[in-house]
Each structure stands twice: as C-alpha cells, then as structure tokens.
C-alpha cells in the first residue's frame, strides 16, 4: 500500500515544480523531500522523476501516479473531513443540470436554503457534455442528464420522463413538414440531441437539423423561447423549459402524433465520497423532480 504522506510530498512537488519551495511548504527539509521520493519510487520500483540539474520532468510512471494519487489524496481528505463534521445542514452541495430541468429545480432548492442559511446551493446550467465532464472531473456533486451516461466512472439513476416539446409563434397554428423548413430553426446547446429525438419519430423526411435554416441561436435557457415567440423560427425543448417562459401567450406548444420522452438521470461520480448533505440534497431532488 502506498504511503499517503509520501504521496502528498510527491504531489506537492509536482505541483510547485522546486524541492526548495516544496520543503518549505510541507515544513521539511529538502533531504527530506528527496527521501521520500526516493521511498516512493523503490516502493513501487520504479523512477517517477527525471532529475535535470534543480529541474526536473515526470516519467510516465511519475504521471501516472500523479493523476492517480490526486483523486486518492482528495477522497482521503474528504473522508477525513465528512468523519469529523457532516451535517446534512452545514457547507455547500454543487449541482449542475439541464437548464429546462433547472427553471423547476433551482427556485425549490433556493427555498430549502433560505429555511437552511448554512446550506449553500451552488447551482450551474450547463448543456450533457460539460455536466458529464464536470462530474468526471469531480467538479461538482450532483448532476442531472438528459442522456445515459457511458463513463464507467459514473452512477447514474433514472428519475423522471420529461416530453420534448416542438415549439412556434402563436401565429403558426398547424404544423409539417413544409412549415418547419420556411420558419427556420432556432438553435441551443441541447438542440440537435432534442431535435432528434423527436423529429426522427415524426417526420420521415427528417434525416439531420441542418435541413433547416438556422435563424437564431441562444444558451440562455430563459431567453431561447424568445425569438420564437417573435416569429424567427421554431424549436425543440423539454415541456418544463417552455413552462416556464414568461411570454406563454406569444408562443404555440406543439404536440406531436408520436410522443418522445427523455429520461432523467441523476449523476454522481462514484469516487466521490458522499456526505450527509450531499445525501440529503439528492433526496430532495428525486421528491420535487419525480
């Protein structure tokens, strides 16, 4: 088993790159850095530095350690952390997810922090692929996605259906195929994953999104219902982002004759260690989302 204080040492140096400064840090002497790199390395026999006069570079060994030993010291120091203190009501809970989703989510967990001031909720809107890197990264705690997940370093829990919408001005009343083609389309971050998902199981001619004219294109979940409503052309969202545009009078919400619903999982990384509130914010979630 490898020596976690060695390892510390060894990140630390990698990290500030100077055995001087590393010592300093650590309150140790410069031999005593080196000992434990060189403990390190006949422990798992092999060089992880290439020393090259005060410089140094990393073997590929000396890499892969790193990357390694970093998620090992983390959850070593969350452990650590969660045994000494864990109040399901006490720090801070990351959360990312769609931003259709989130319209819903966020004001209820809001209300959960105002009841609880010393829970924080640091809430991001972000599109699949930054949610999933974000979660593999172990940026954040919690993350919700539209998509089932194909990193093995993830759990993923279906927790809900939300039906895709297909979206115009109130001046377009019926829909087909021609109509979409002269409105044009009004793109997002989630469009084309949507746009197919729904297209696809009503339209035979559908076969990609960029059979339409992109009219418009907006990252602001609050904000993509906008030129719709205006005219500039239709899209595909979650029933609850249409929901909760302000404008409901300006818009028309298409049902299609073959309904498409998307899952919704929610994401942790399973080396995270979880904590009370982590456990406690996820319950809440699959009760006010489910």
Not at 69 to 88: C, F, T, Y
Not at 120 to 136: G, H, R
Not at 140 to 152: A, N, R
Not at 206 to 231: A, D, K, M
Request: negative net charge.
């Amino acid at each position: 088993m490898i020596n976690l204080v060695w390892l510390k040492t060894f990140c630390s140096l990698v990290d500030i790159g100077h055995f001087t400064q590393t010592a300093e840090k650590l309150f140790m002497t410069q031999s005593g850095v080196s000992q434990h790199i060189k403990k390190l390395e006949q422990h798992l026999d092999t060089f992880l530095l290439v020393r090259e006069g005060k410089s140094f570079s990393l073997t590929d060994a000396g890499d892969k350690l790193y990357q390694q030993g970093q998620i090992l010291l983390r959850s070593s120091e969350e452990i650590e952390a969660s045994i000494k203190h864990d109040d399901p009501l006490i720090g801070t809970v990351k959360i990312t997810t769609p931003g259709s989703v989130g319209l819903k989510l966020y004001p209820q967990l809001l209300d959960i922090q105002q009841s609880h001031p010393t829970l924080v909720i640091d809430y991001m809107f972000a599109p699949n692929s930054s949610i999933e890197q974000d979660l593999i990264d172990r940026k954040v705690d919690i993350g919700l996605l539209t998509e089932q997940t194909k990193s093995s370093t993830l759990m993923s829990t279906p927790i809900a259906v939300e039906p895709l919408v297909l979206v115009t001005s109130k001046q377009t009343q019926v829909i087909n195929w021609q109509t979409l083609i002269a409105l044009g389309f009004i793109g997002h971050p989630d469009a084309e994953h949507h746009t197919q998902q729904l297209l696809s199981e009503n339209y035979h001619e559908f076969e990609h999104i960029n059979q339409f004219e992109r009219t418009g294109f907006s990252n602001q979940i609050s904000l993509i219902l906008e030129p719709v409503s205006r005219g500039l052309g239709f899209t595909v969202l979650p029933l609850h982002a249409v929901n909760a545009f302000h404008k409901q009078d300006d818009i028309a919400v298409h049902f299609l004759k073959h309904t498409v619903n998307e899952t919704l999982y929610l994401c942790q990384n399973s080396l995270s260690f979880e904590n009370s509130r982590t456990q406690y914010i996820k319950s809440l979630i699959i009760d006010f989302i489910s």
